[in-house]
């Protein structure tokens, strides 16, 4: 049973810095592919990121570009999030996902594994 969980959530002004830590468990393949959703109230859920573990291979979102990285941890099986100059629109609900992303790496439907989400609020 794979399992993904989130945590470094939580408040920041704008233009400061967050990490997110997304720990994975119970698989041993690097076939799988890892991503960073989020959704902000009232909005859909939108991509934000994606990492195929085995090449490295990593994309990001326009909105993103240049502010956020993505970095793993194979020891650890831990994905990061690292989120830089912030503003008040990257508020939302982040959600980390495990999937083969064969339904491709930009819509939900890619990965079968969430975690619980973790809430990261940026105020101005």
């Known amino acids: 049973q794979v399992q993904v969980m989130e945590s470094g959530g939580g408040s920041v002004q704008a233009g400061g810095s967050l990490r997110l830590v997304c720990a994975a468990s119970?698989?041993?393949?690097?076939?799988?592919?890892m991503g960073w959703f989020r959704q902000a109230p009232g909005k859909e859920r939108d991509w934000v990121a994606t990492?195929?573990?085995?090449?490295?291979?990593?994309y990001y979102t326009d909105s993103v570009k240049g502010r956020f990285s993505v970095s793993q941890d194979n020891a650890k099986n831990t994905l990061y999030l690292q989120m830089n100059n912030l503003k008040t629109e990257d508020t939302a609900i982040y959600y980390c996902?495990?999937?083969?992303?064969?339904?491709?790496?930009?819509?939900?439907?890619?990965?079968?594994?969430w975690g619980q989400g973790t809430q990261v609020t940026v105020f101005s």
């Open positions: 990492r195929y573990l085995d090449s490295g291979g990593t």
């Open positions: 119970g698989y041993t393949s690097n076939r799988y592919c």
């Open positions: 996902a495990a999937g083969s992303c064969a339904g491709g790496y930009g819509q939900p439907r890619g990965y079968t594994y």
